[in-house]
C-alpha cells in the first residue's frame, strides 16, 4: 500500500524566511497531492494540493512542487507569518483508491517573531 | 462555503454510556468520512460514506457504529468505548468519484472515554 515520509517533523524559522516540508511517497500510482494546515484545536485546513500531471503550482505565498520520476513533493512558504505556526500533514490518494488519501506524519512548524 | 460542522465540540462519556456524534455539510458532497486523530499523529481513516452508502470500513470495532441518513447528515454512534478511544473525531466531505478530489474537514469532537 501507499507510503508517505515527511520531513522535517519539527520546524522552527525566523518570522520573514522561507519554510520547506519535503514528503516521499511509495505508489507511483498515486496522482493527487494535498497539504493541510492543522491549527491547535481545530480541524485540518486544505491549504494547497497538487495533481500528477502538474510540476508546480502557487497560491501568494504558499507553493507546492512535484517530482513525479523521484516521488517527492515539497511546500514551500515564503515571508513566514506567526499564523503560518501549525502542524502540517501532506498526503497522497492512488487512482484507484479514489477516497482514501494516505497521510504524512506531520510537520511541526513555528515562526518565531 | 466549504464548511462541515460538527457537534458537540467537546465530550466526555463512561464506558458504559451511549452518545453520537454528528456532521453536516451543505456543499453538495456526496462522499463523507470519518477520521480519528490522536494527539501529535495524522487522521486515521475510520468509515466511508459514498452516495449514502458505506463503501469504506477500515476495520474499526463495532463499539463505533456509523450512520449516514441522508446526503448532508453524518453520525457516528458510540457504546461501551475504552479509554484508548479517547480522541478527536473528525468529519470530512468531499465530491465523489469523477468529479473532484478536495476532502473538506470539520473541526472535529474531542471526544474522552473515562
Known amino acids: 500500500g501507499e507510503n508517505v515520509e515527511q520531513h522535517p517533523s519539527t520546524l522552527s524559522v525566523q518570522e520573514g524566511d522561507s519554510a520547506v516540508i519535503k514528503c516521499t511517497y511509495s505508489?507511483?500510482?498515486?496522482?493527487?497531492f494535498p497539504w493541510y494546515k492543522q491549527e491547535l484545536g481545530k480541524g485540518p485546513q486544505l491549504i494547497i494540493d497538487?495533481?500528477?500531471?502538474?510540476g508546480e503550482k502557487k497560491d501568494q505565498r504558499i507553493a507546492v512542487t512535484l517530482n513525479k520520476t523521484a516521488k517527492h513533493f515539497s511546500l514551500h512558504i515564503t515571508e513566514t507569518q506567526p499564523e503560518d505556526s501549525a502542524v502540517y500533514f501532506c498526503?497522497?490518494?492512488?487512482?484507484?483508491?479514489?477516497?482514501?488519501?494516505?497521510f504524512g506524519p506531520g510537520t511541526s512548524l513555528s515562526v518565531i517573531p | 462555503d466549504t464548511e462541515v460542522t460538527q457537534t458537540p465540540k467537546h465530550l466526555v462519556m463512561g464506558m458504559t454510556n451511549k452518545k453520537s456524534l454528528k456532521c453536516e455539510q451543505h456543499?453538495?458532497?456526496?462522499?463523507m468520512y470519518w477520521y480519528k486523530q490522536k494527539a501529535k499523529k495524522p487522521p486515521e481513516l475510520m468509515f466511508v460514506?459514498?452516495?449514502?452508502?458505506?463503501?469504506i470500513n477500515e476495520s474499526v470495532p463495532s463499539r463505533f457504529s456509523p450512520e449516514c441518513p441522508n446526503s448532508s447528515l453524518l453520525n457516528l454512534h458510540l457504546h461501551a468505548l475504552q479509554p484508548e478511544d479517547s480522541a478527536l473525531y473528525l468529519c470530512?466531505?468531499?465530491?465523489?468519484?469523477?468529479?473532484?478530489?478536495?476532502?473538506?474537514f470539520g473541526p472535529g469532537t474531542r471526544l474522552t472515554v473515562t
Open positions: 505508489d507511483s500510482a498515486s496522482n493527487y
Open positions: 456543499m453538495g458532497h456526496r462522499a
Open positions: 497538487i495533481r500528477s500531471n502538474v
Open positions: 498526503a497522497a490518494r492512488r487512482k484507484t483508491s479514489y477516497d482514501k488519501v494516505i
Open positions: 460514506y459514498s452516495y449514502e452508502k458505506l463503501s
Open positions: 470530512a466531505s468531499s465530491h465523489p468519484k469523477g468529479t473532484g478530489y478536495e476532502q473538506y
